[in-house]
């Protein structure tokens, strides 16, 4: 669907939201007017529109920010493992007892 927008089997709302978070991601200078417009053309409503950019920011800052650190990224059985854990706890980490801790 990223790849190739215009020819992916989803609705009219999703196709534009797609469409203006990828020009918000790759382009941000030229988002303007005319592209809150054609969001609301497609029946995307405001509040849509504002998750959409939250989520998008989100991704956007862990991307730049595990570029700039260097970050490593994990290999199928990291993410799987990763997957695992947020279905089991979500996105609390589990308590790690530290050696000197008396409650352990």
């Known amino acids: ?16 939201a797609v ?3 990828k020009k918000v991601t790759s382009d941000p200078v030229s988002v303007g007017p005319d592209d809150a417009r054609r969001l609301k053309a497609a029946g995307v409503s405001r509040q849509a529109a504002e998750d959409a950019l939250a989520v998008a920011f989100c991704f956007n800052l862990i991307t730049r920010l595990a570029d700039s ?9 990291g993410f799987d493992a990763s997957a695992r854990s947020l ?18």
């Open 1 to 16: 669907m990223l790849d190739d927008v215009d020819s992916a089997h989803i609705g009219e709302q999703l196709r534009e």
């Open 69 to 77: 650190f260097g970050w490593h990224i994990p290999d199928q059985d």
């Open 19 to 21: 469409r203006f978070v």
């Open 87 to 104: 279905l089991q706890h979500g996105y609390l980490m589990p308590l790690r007892a530290k050696p000197n801790d008396r409650r352990a």
